[in-house]
């Protein structure tokens, strides 16, 4: 019986004012856990349900488990005083870095009573993992949160001026006789949906304003030997339960969202390094690359995953792994040719293959680690199919990282090195060197060029950074990277930009003892710079952080920033250098006690640029419970921006101060105003009703057209003066003339509205078992293009045409083990 524990807040290191208790028994099959809390004041804990993994502010008891006892990693077990139970992993040695995609089968019950409250827990030994040995000598660690009192009790707590976290935990021994589980389980699903349209095309027989699906899979987990586990899946359903936010990008690069799906959640920190993107799960079942014409064209949303599988686990040596395959369909859309009432099918995706490969080997007292990724696309490009001048055959990426720490992780030196090398038809290496990415267009970088004849592009990237980690007031670090011109990670992963060396450095001061007014504050100092392998000076960044938490629990900071003046090689998007403006910015926010039932806070942005560019941002968040069983937020924000060299297009005919091509900007004026609304009715921690929604509307106006004067400058011709004229046209297109020559300039302004919601009751029949219930909308229009938004205009977004989903989807857990 564990009873000793102590204070890490409000009051470091003290011991608790009210008393917890908490036993071990274990048998063949599992570990049970019972805890009682003692309560002066029962009747201040809150009994608020919400679902699996979402404890909210309830008071709550968390066991923590290092089963390898490497010291490092660690499965955390928590259930609050409402009964619900969460899980989550820390792949490294620190209790902020927390998993949640760790999704194991077990039982948790608590109960209030006349002295606090009791909790009883069944973890199965199936569902942990640990090294085959007659005696068991497991980390571990008691975690008591008590939101009433802001009050963190623990059994081994870390110091708030320290670092660490399975390392510094106690031992759970007289564990004997137990053998790793061969696990073996199966959830085999069933899943069927509607999909509606507003507005389908009139006269469309490809397309009549509905779609029925249905389809049958399953899922396969399987324990290989005592630590390592195979997923796989048959016929897998993807589908996302939770939709993506709605953006305006006007930039060069591709929109990235958050992998929502839970195959590729769950144990993807296995597949990831502190350092390039080499594997980003979304691109594996995205949407298709090619287009397909005709009068009318179906195409499907997304492409098929035919099957995936990983294994992923830790050996008793502290090598970890992860490996992950999967394989998509070929992709063809419908084509109707109304002339000849024929129906054709074009090919818009391939069928591909991918492979991720991960180790990460542990090492030495302080768990200091080193490790290898390795990730291989390879496409089924067939001839004929028009897909070879857009897609590469082939990418291979990876690279090896390493970790090391000192002093049980007060200092630290963490680097990387890697390569990435795709091949292809010289149409797709061409397309690759011309990108965003790279630009080897450039007229006036002379470290790059496009080469036409080339079939593969190679590049490389590396790291080095160290610092200081704990320590009771200063802290430092700094490092630098760099990735080479032709590297290349956008088929298995993510990059926006090449060509690039950076270096950044900080230095800290913190406080956390409490003083007369505060809990804690730091006071930090940024510096980044960055350059091309041309050695031009693109950035320079200079940061002031300031941070407070007061001592009722509120939080405030203060961050400003001054930009000074360099050189982009990707404002003209391909074309030269040009100039950019020195900048300043200042932020402020405020947050209200996180552990009160009523949560709300906001922030403020501002900042301007030296040739009249500026911007400001206003958002705000409330969260509430109503009740036992209501939960309530809402996450407001507005923003208005002008900028002053927005890049429009690139021309033909322009000077030789530009290398003969006219690069147009404009300045455009926009604004956003959107908001994200949560509300969740709980029945019981295993049956709940939940809505999102977010209205959304954004929109720009652009003006004042003109051209770069000179390259290595910022200075804008602007139309309509020195020699030339412009005239709009009733088609939102402009006509400029410039001495003898004459061409046209197209107006894009925007007003973006959309409203994207989701409705869906979740009910965990029993352990492992869920039934899913779905209602997707997604509404979008573009209206009064240019005009500044207001609530009228997120109001109209409601109204606009959309499609619907409605889906339904059940799986059901078979333990065969």
Same mark, same amino acid.
């Given at each position: 019986m564990v009873s000793d524990f102590m204070q890490k807040e409000p009051n470091e290191g003290t011991i608790p004012k009210e008393r917890t208790l908490v036993g071990f028994l274990y048998d063949d099959d599992a570990l049970y856990v019972g805890a009682r809390m003692y309560s002066d004041n029962p009747t201040e804990l809150k009994k608020y349900l919400n679902r699996h993994d979402s404890p909210g502010s309830s008071e709550q008891i968390i066991i923590s488990l290092d089963t390898y006892l490497d010291r490092r990693t660690c499965y955390d077990f928590g259930v609050s005083d409402a009964g619900v139970r969460f899980d989550r992993y820390h792949p490294v040695d620190n209790e902020e870095e927390r998993d949640f995609s760790y999704n194991p089968v077990w039982e948790a019950q608590a109960q209030l009573d006349s002295l606090g409250w009791t909790a009883e827990m069944r973890i199965p030994f199936s569902q942990l993992r640990f090294n085959r040995q007659d005696v068991q000598v497991w980390g571990a660690n008691l975690n008591r949160w008590k939101p009433a009192h802001n009050e963190d009790d623990f059994w081994i707590y870390v110091?708030?001026?320290?670092?660490?976290?399975?390392?510094?935990?106690?031992?759970?021994?007289?564990?004997?006789?137990?053998?790793? /589980? !061969? *696990? #073996?389980?199966?959830? &085999?699903?069933?899943?069927? $949906?509607?999909? =509606?349209?507003?507005?389908?095309?009139?006269?469309?027989?490809?397309?009549?304003?509905?779609?029925?699906?249905?389809?049958?899979?399953?899922?396969?987990?399987?324990?290989?030997?005592?630590?390592?586990?195979?997923?796989?899946?048959?016929?897998?359903?993807?589908?996302?339960?939770?939709?993506?936010?709605?953006?305006?990008?006007?930039?060069?690069?591709?929109?990235?969202?958050?992998?929502?799906?839970?195959?590729?959640?769950?144990?993807?920190?296995?597949?990831?390094?502190?350092?390039?993107?080499?594997?980003? /799960? !979304? *691109? #594996?079942?995205?949407? &298709?690359?090619?287009?397909? $014409?005709?009068? =009318?064209?179906s195409s499907p949303n997304a492409t098929t995953i035919l099957g995936a599988g990983k294994l992923t686990g830790r050996l008793s040596s502290g090598t970890s792994v992860g490996v992950l395959g999967a394989v998509t369909s070929r992709e063809r859309a419908r084509v109707y040719d109304s002339t000849t009432h024929h129906e054709s099918r074009t090919t818009i995706e391939p069928a591909t293959g991918y492979g991720v490969l991960r180790l990460q080997q542990e090492f030495g007292h302080d768990a200091s680690t080193v490790g290898l990724l390795l990730t291989d696309v390879e496409r089924g490009i067939l001839p004929g199919d028009g897909l070879a001048g857009i897609l590469r055959q082939r990418a291979i990426t990876g690279g090896a990282d390493w970790t090391l720490r000192f002093q049980g992780g007060k200092y630290d030196l963490i680097g990387y090195a890697g390569f990435s090398h795709v091949e292809g038809d010289t149409a797709a290496i061409r397309q690759t060197q011309e990108s965003s990415t790279h630009y080897f267009q450039r007229p006036d970088a002379p470290h790059v060029s496009v080469d036409p004849k080339r079939t593969s592009l190679s590049g490389a990237t590396a790291s080095l950074r160290g610092g200081k980690r704990s320590g009771r007031h200063w802290l430092w670090g700094g490092g630098f990277s760099l990735e080479s011109p032709g590297f290349e990670l956008n088929d298995a992963g993510i990059l926006s930009s090449a060509d690039d060396i950076d270096s950044w450095g900080h230095i800290r001061y913190r406080e956390t003892n409490p003083g007369p007014l505060w809990r804690n504050y730091g006071v930090e100092v940024d510096y980044s710079a960055g350059w091309n392998f041309a050695v031009t000076h693109k950035y320079t960044e200079l940061n002031l952080n300031l941070e407070s938490t007061w001592k009722r629990f509120w939080s405030t900071y203060v961050n400003a920033g001054r930009s000074f003046r360099g050189m982009s090689d990707d404002l003209t998007r391909g074309g030269p250098l040009m100039a950019t403006s020195a900048s300043w910015f200042v932020e402020t926010g405020v947050n209200s006690n996180y552990s009160a039932p009523v949560q709300y806070g906001g922030s403020v942005t501002y900042g301007r640029n030296e040739i009249g560019g500026w911007e400001y941002d206003l958002s705000g968040r409330l969260s509430s419970r109503a009740g036992e069983r209501w939960s309530l937020s809402v996450s407001p924000v507005y923003s208005r921006s002008q900028t002053t060299n927005q890049y429009v297009a690139t021309l033909d005919s322009g000077t030789d101060a530009t290398d003969g091509q006219r690069y147009v900007f404009a300045h455009i004026q926009q604004s956003r105003l959107s908001a994200q609304f949560r509300v969740s009715y709980f029945f019981n921690p295993d049956l709940s009703l939940e809505v999102y929604a977010e209205p959304f509307a954004a929109s720009g106006r652009y003006y004042d057209f003109g051209e770069l004067r000179?390259?290595?400058?910022?200075?804008?011709?602007?139309?309509?003066?020195?020699?030339?004229?412009?005239?709009?046209?009733?088609?939102?297109?402009?006509?400029?003339?410039?001495?003898?020559?004459?061409?046209?300039v197209n107006r894009s302004d925007f007003g973006d509205r959309s409203f994207r919601s989701n409705v869906v009751l979740r009910w965990e029949l029993h352990r492992g078992s869920t039934l899913y219930v779905i209602w997707q909308q997604n509404r979008s229009a573009d209206e009064n293009p240019g005009m500044l938004v207001g609530p009228r205009s997120v109001w109209r977004s409601l109204k606009a045409d959309g499609n619907n989903l409605l889906a339904i989807k059940f799986s059901y857990w078979l333990p065969l083990s």
């Open positions: 110091p708030r001026n320290e670092t660490g976290w399975s390392s510094r935990f106690g031992d759970l021994i007289g564990i004997s006789g137990i053998r790793p /589980s !061969r *696990r #073996i389980e199966l959830l &085999p699903y069933v899943t069927g $949906d509607s999909r =509606f349209t507003s507005n389908p095309t009139p006269g469309d027989p490809l397309d009549d304003g509905s779609v029925q699906n249905s389809r049958v899979g399953g899922d396969l987990k399987m324990g290989m030997g005592p630590n390592l586990t195979l997923d796989a899946t048959i016929n897998p359903d993807f589908g996302q339960v939770d939709a993506d936010p709605a953006r305006v990008n006007l930039s060069a690069y591709e929109t990235y969202f958050d992998e929502r799906r839970p195959f590729f959640i769950e144990g993807s920190q296995l597949l990831q390094v502190d350092g390039p993107s080499y594997f980003y /799960s !979304r *691109r #594996i079942g995205g949407p &298709p690359h090619g287009e397909a $014409d005709g009068d =009318f064209v000179a390259a290595r400058t910022n200075d804008i011709r602007l139309y309509g003066t020195d020699g030339t004229t412009i005239t709009p046209g009733d088609d939102g297109v402009y006509q400029v003339t410039d001495a003898n020559q004459t061409f046209k």
